[in-house]
Each structure stands twice: as C-alpha cells, then as structure tokens.
C-alpha cells in the first residue's frame, strides 16, 4: 500500500517569505507526527495530531510554526517569515493510532531558506 | 530536555565485520526504544525496537542489547553487507499520557560498509 507522502520534496525560499509544506499520511493512520532534522542532527519532534483532539504542540520552536490537519487526513505545516536557520529537511510520520509506537516516516522535504 | 545520547558519529567497517553502535539516555521513564535506518533522500524506516522487559532481541543479522540499570543500549549487525550502508538513529519515547509517542532522537550514526 502507499506509504506517507510529502510535497514539496525541494523547496527553496527567500528569507522572510513564508511557505507551507503538505503530508498525506497512510490512510487509516489516525496519528500523525511532524519532525525537523537539521543537517547532521537527530530529528527534532514539532507537533503531533491524535484524531479530533487537541495536538501537541509543545515541540514547536516559534511561533512562527503552526500546523493543521483535516480530520484524520492531510496536514500542513506552515512557517511565517521563514530565517535561514529554518533551513532543515522536515519529516512527517504517521502511526494506526496512539497505543501504536510504530511510526512510519515519509521522504521529507528539505527546505532552504536564502 | 530529554537527551539520547548516540555514538560513533560515524563507522566504517568491512563486509562481514559486526558493527556497534551504542546510545544512552537519562530519562528511566522511557519505555521504547526502537532504531530506525535511514538511506540518502529518504525517511527513516523502522528497523527494530525493543521494550525494557527484555535485555536483548533479534531480527535476522540485527540485534538490540538492553542494559537498564545502565540505560544504554546498543545495535549490533551481524555479517554487515554494502547494502546496510546507511545511518542509524536510536530513539526512546514515553507515553506522555495524552497519548502522544513522541520520538526522542539520537543525532545518528553513519554506517559505511566497505566491500
């Protein structure tokens, strides 16, 4: 079956400008993970969605991060007035549902900021 | 903040040779651990995980050990091919009670296997 998808898989953006970035989870998937991996470093937990209830937002950086998510269906995940460190690859991963540990990862998007 | 501490940064070994590669973490409240591969230009992928009930598990040439009194544990690949190439993040994660299973990462391992 179809594995978690991402678009853009490349975005390159002015400083300042903002941008949103697009994840399709495996349907069925009722979780739903967004991290940021930095070139050389680990990956960095943003947000998590469960279903209708609220997410978790505490790994957000700034508040220049926000996310949404349709139902148990895509999110996006927005960045305002974009810096040069925001420069990173951005993961998304979807898990069956909360009590699930496995996540499955999509390809990233990998943005640069100039 | 919660820390995964991971290392080497990188290995290379020959084909055929056992690579380790070894993590620690502070926070006895974790209670996953799974390790993911990641190959260039793609998302991680889970490889193997393991719970704190059992000190050891394997999967074909992969193997967890768990030492919890020492919170370490490490990955071993058996008969290491080119193929497994790659790099490798340990992770641990917890129940935060809103049900969250949010990963806390190690920065990687890069594994190259020289034939």
């Known amino acids: 079956g179809a594995g978690v998808s991402q678009s853009p898989s490349n975005k390159v953006t002015e400083k300042g400008k903002d941008v949103e970035l697009r994840c399709d989870p495996i349907?069925?998937?009722?979780?739903l993970y967004w991290y940021r991996q930095r070139l050389g470093q680990g990956l960095e937990f943003l947000i998590y969605f469960q279903g209708n209830s609220a997410p978790d937002k505490s790994g957000l950086p700034s508040d220049r991060f926000s996310a949404e998510r349709t139902g148990e269906s895509v999110s996006t995940l927005t960045i305002q007035r974009t810096q040069q460190e925001d420069s990173a690859v951005y993961l998304c991963?979807?898990?069956?549902?909360?009590?699930?540990?496995?996540?499955?990862f999509g390809p990233g998007t990998r943005l640069t900021v100039l | 903040q919660q820390q995964v501490k991971q290392s080497p940064q990188s290995l290379i070994v020959q084909k055929g040779g056992i690579p380790i590669i070894n993590c620690a973490y502070e926070?006895?409240?974790?209670?996953?651990f799974p390790w993911y591969q990641q190959f260039p230009g793609k998302g991680p992928a889970l490889l193997i995980a393991?719970?704190?009930?059992?000190s050891e598990k394997k999967e074909g040439r992969f193997t967890i050990s768990f030492n919890k009194s020492a919170k370490q544990f490490s990955l071993h690949i058996m008969d290491s091919q080119p193929g497994d190439s790659a790099t490798y993040f340990c992770?641990?994660?917890?129940?935060?009670?809103?049900?969250?299973?949010?990963?806390?990462f190690g920065k990687g391992t890069k594994l190259s296997v020289i034939p």
């Open positions: 349907s069925g998937h009722t979780a």
């Open positions: 992770a641990a994660s917890i129940d935060s009670g809103a049900g969250s299973y949010q990963l806390t």
């Open positions: 991963a979807s898990s069956l549902d909360y009590s699930t540990d496995t996540q499955y």
């Open positions: 926070n006895t409240a974790f209670d996953y």
């Open positions: 393991i719970r704190p009930d059992v």
